[in-house]
């Protein structure tokens, strides 16, 4: 007798390539969960549901309604292809309407280590201008004028809207958590000197970290340590750069979200 599996997953390349699929040129290299249940479980099925993310502040919450996109945005910003400006505020997580009871619930911190969002001044509208470097200059240059850089995220503001999150989901949903953290090796980086390196990627991913390992102390929720998986099997060949892994890295990856379904007695009642 089979076990089905409901998980929500709200992250980017990290969340979906480990879960669903990672393609190189158009070519299947990992095939997620499934795979992975399919080796160690058998029985078990899991249906991911899985949204982008733009970072733990921008998901809206119960109670609260999402922002409309001001109309000088919607007319100018172009199609954002992972980030779609109407739903970077968005979430299904929530929403009852769907009649979805989630299993689990996987998050990750990747969102707001890596992305820095602009804020239109005239209304407060906070988003992530997805690849604005490739954007048509002249939409770039009428976006700019209206909007003022955010920067990333504080770590302080970060985990903050990440305890909120947490409040929501225990309130509303009462699925268990599970959080990837980062892995700050980009393979052949070779910095043994930091001074004024400031807010270099590798070291905000540490911060990241340190934070997330800190809040778990307080609060109950998994963290899925990538690591601890590229330090033990190795991240010169498991990584890409700070945020792609290799097929073997989701693979990796996928595994550690099983073992710690598994703990967590969700994949209890499909075949052994």
């Known amino acids: 007798m089979s076990r089905r599996l409901s998980i929500f997953a709200k992250g980017n390349v990290d969340v979906k390539d480990s879960l669903l699929w990672s393609r190189v040129d158009g070519k299947v290299q990992w095939n997620g969960l499934g795979e992975a249940l399919r080796t160690s479980h058998p029985g ?11 970072g733990f502040a921008s998901m809206t919450l119960p109670g609260f309604s999402a922002p409309d996109v001001p109309a000088f945005l919607r007319d100018r910003v172009p199609p954002l292809a992972a980030h779609p400006l109407d ?14 009871k989630h299993d689990a619930v996987v998050l990750s911190l990747q969102a707001d280590a890596m992305n820095a969002r602009l804020r239109h001044r005239p ?9 604005l470097a490739a954007w048509p200059a002249a939409q ?15 770590v302080d503001d970060s985990m903050a809207a990440l305890e909120r999150l947490l409040d929501a989901i225990d309130e509303h949903l009462g699925a ?12 052949g980086e070779r910095v043994h000197s930091w001074l004024g390196a400031g807010d270099a990627t590798t070291l905000r991913l540490q911060r990241f970290d340190l934070a997330l390992a800190e809040l ?6 998994s963290i899925v340590d990538v690591q601890r ?21 989701w693979r990796l990856i996928a595994e550690e979200v099983v073992r710690i379904l598994a703990e967590h007695g ?3 009642g499909g075949a052994p």
């Open 140 to 154: 770039r240059a009428l976006v700019l004028r209206e909007c003022e850089s955010l920067g990333f995220s504080s």
């Open 123 to 131: 209304t407060g509208f906070t988003f992530l201008a997805e690849d």
């Open 176 to 187: 268990p958590v599970l959080i990837y953290n980062l892995c700050p090796v980009q393979p």
């Open 216 to 221: 778990s102390t307080q609060r109950s929720f």
């Open 266 to 268: 969700l994949l209890d």
């Open 87 to 100: 739903q970077q505020h968005r979430t299904a997580l929530f929403d009852a309407t769907q009649g979805a």
């Open 44 to 54: 078990v099925i899991a249906r991911v549901k899985h949204e982008t993310a733009v």
């Open 229 to 249: 998986l590229s330090a033990t099997h190795g991240a010169g060949r498991l990584k890409v750069d700070h945020v792609h892994f290799t097929a073997q890295g």
